[in-house]
């Protein structure tokens, strides 16, 4: 086992900007007359409770309710202080990545639990099927922290970002800790 990033999310406080890393994933944000609120889909319960501690830590309250599909929805509360976040995250009414955007730990981490999937040998972060105009400049993003990507599952599959080498998903896994309780053996990096 490698030892921890300075940098890694179990050393850093989580912040409000950190929730940009629901957004990279399929997250969305909405603008409502209380303030902004981020909400994200999921495909597992562990992973809707996990979001919503790191959405605590992060000084805000948060739910999980269900879609009308039956998955779980991970969600904030709606808050003014979301919305400059909503507000960078949007052009228009689409999801847009910010100029620059550099995904901190925590960020890594909400999207690695909102999204994270084992690919064979490779790692993959999932993206939002809705928003394909966001792909090139989430995999710049990752790059800008030593993680260099690949595109797969743009024909018809599952869109993500795969991290293929044991130097990069060892990167990965040095900046978002730990797998959280009741991940299931096998889903996070590096296990």
Not at 48 to 69: F, K, N, P, T, Y
Request: glycine content about 10%; hydrophobic content about 40%; proline content about 8%.
């Amino acid at each position: 086992m490698s030892q921890m990033s300075l940098f890694s999310a179990e050393i850093e406080d989580p912040a409000i900007a950190d929730l940009a890393g629901l957004l990279a994933a399929q997250g969305q944000s909405m603008h409502t007359s209380w303030g902004a609120r981020v909400s994200v889909v999921v495909a597992d319960q562990w992973r809707a409770e996990a979001i919503c501690q790191e959405i605590v830590d992060a000084g805000l309250e948060a739910e999980i309710v269900a879609s009308e599909e039956g998955h779980p929805i991970a969600r904030t509360e709606a808050n003014p202080r979301i919305t400059a976040l909503h507000r960078a995250w949007t052009a228009g009414a689409v999801k847009s990545v910010p100029e620059g955007w550099t995904p901190t730990p925590h960020a890594l981490r909400l999207w690695t639990l909102a999204a994270g999937r084992p690919d064979g040998p490779h790692y993959c972060l999932g993206l939002d099927p809705g928003a394909p105009d966001t792909y090139a400049n989430l995999s710049t993003s990752l790059m800008r922290v030593g993680i260099a990507p690949t595109l797969v599952g743009t024909r018809g599959g599952s869109p993500g970002l795969r991290i293929s080498s044991h130097k990069r998903i060892t990167r990965l896994l040095e900046n978002i800790g730990i797998a959280p309780d009741g991940a299931p053996e096998g889903i996070w990096p590096g296990q």
